[in-house]
């Protein structure tokens, strides 16, 4: 089988086109050694941002269009993706359908009719929460909804037939300059009671809960296999799916960003470029509109350098005028520890003051006056 538009891009979860897929082997986690959430979250920002830029082109080239399919389990995070794979991307370049119960009006035409009037036109791209493929997903494990289609005829491999009319319409369509991407997000049963769990205990999410939804839980195994016989059936070069771990929610985005990155790449988009008549006219409207011819490349470069100079200097004013990152207040060295007032040194045995020492020296030397002196015989007198 042969590209139409472009190359799949090459990934771990690209469902083969032999018919080879398996559920039962295809991951629901993210591999070991993956990123952590905050590294994951970095590269889907650098992701969404190519998608932005590639977008741009696309819509201004106006050659291709782009069809994003997401179909999963309850729970598995479609919206969640949708919503952050495509944050970055012009609003005016995009249109997301989310397909639910057939109206009446849609019962009264065929059952690609609903999906078909929704696609993208060219330049801009299609989301499709849910789409033509519920009727060989829901369809096939309640086949009591064929009842209410109205059909001319039921024959007993209906599927079969289904699968042949999405292979044709999607092969119809990249013929004519749709791009198709498919994505499968597969969530594990396990995590996905987790996820019905919190949405009962948390208020903001009760209103995402359904009973149904725990009926639907029921026919897992059913689901599991009416997924993989469509995955089969409709993986092609030119309409590839691509069956995504889903239990790790930052990792599935991540994935799927990529993917339309890549993909959006491989179309080697471009701004169309006018003829060089219209471009020389540009140069007439320029002076009309300025009074002034437009700047040669010198006075561009010299333009671009004064603005880059100029760009610099401002900042440097900028780091200037901004109070110096507050030097932390040097740790308020903590008051030293308040010196407990110096044990007030008990006055040293009471020493009596210096002066108070002379006297008492004065008073002791007056008693040792006064004292008898020891009666000195009396000299004896002179002859």
Not at 137 to 157: E, G, I, T, W, Y
Not at 253 to 276: C, F, G, H, M
Not at 347 to 371: G, I, L, N, S, V
């Amino acid at each position: 089988m042969k590209n139409i538009l472009f190359p799949p891009p090459k990934s771990d979860y690209l469902v083969s086109f032999d018919g080879k897929f398996r559920m039962g082997h295809s991951p629901t986690d993210k591999p070991k050694g993956a990123p952590g959430k905050s590294a994951l979250e970095a590269k889907l920002a650098e992701e969404v941002e190519g998608i932005a830029k590639q977008q741009r082109m696309l819509y201004a080239q106006d050659h291709y269009s782009l069809l994003l399919v997401f179909q999963a389990m309850d729970t598995a995070g479609k919206d969640g993706t949708v919503r952050a794979v495509l944050t970055g991307v012009n609003p005016a370049g995009c249109q997301v359908h989310s397909f639910k119960k057939p109206s009446s009006e849609e019962l009264d035409h065929d059952y690609l009719w609903r999906t078909y009037r929704a696609l993208p036109e060219r330049g801009r791209i299609g989301v499709f929460n849910r789409s033509h493929y519920e009727e060989v997903l829901v369809v096939r494990v309640h086949p009591n909804f064929l009842d209410s289609q109205q059909l001319p005829r039921k024959p007993a491999n209906i599927f079969e037939e289904r699968f042949d009319s999405i292979r044709d319409l999607e092969r119809h369509l990249a013929r004519n300059g749709t791009v198709i991407l498919k994505f499968f997000l597969n969530v594990s049963k396990e995590e996905q009671e987790r996820r019905l769990v919190q949405r009962i205990d948390d208020p903001e999410r009760n209103w995402k809960f359904k009973g149904q939804d725990l009926k639907e839980r029921d026919l897992w195994p059913k689901y599991l296999d009416a997924f993989e016989d469509a995955l089969n059936e409709t993986s092609r070069p030119w309409a590839p799916w691509y069956a995504i771990p889903a239990d790790d929610k930052s990792f599935m985005r991540l994935e799927v960003a990529r993917v339309i990155r890549k993909t959006l790449e491989s179309l080697n988009l471009e701004y169309p470029k006018l003829p060089a008549d219209e471009i020389a006219r540009l140069a007439e409207h320029r002076v009309t509109l300025t009074g002034e011819a437009a700047p040669t490349a010198d006075e561009k470069s010299a333009k671009k350098a004064k603005h880059k100079a100029d760009k610099k200097a401002e900042k440097a004013r900028k780091a200037d005028k901004a109070p110096k990152a507050d030097k932390a207040p040097k740790a308020d060295k903590a008051p030293k520890a308040d010196k407990a007032p110096k044990a007030d040194k008990a006055p040293k045995a009471d020493k009596a003051p210096k002066a108070d020492k002379k006297a008492e020296k004065a008073r002791k030397a007056d008693k040792a006056d006064k004292a008898p002196k020891a009666d000195k015989a009396p000299k004896s007198a002179k002859k």
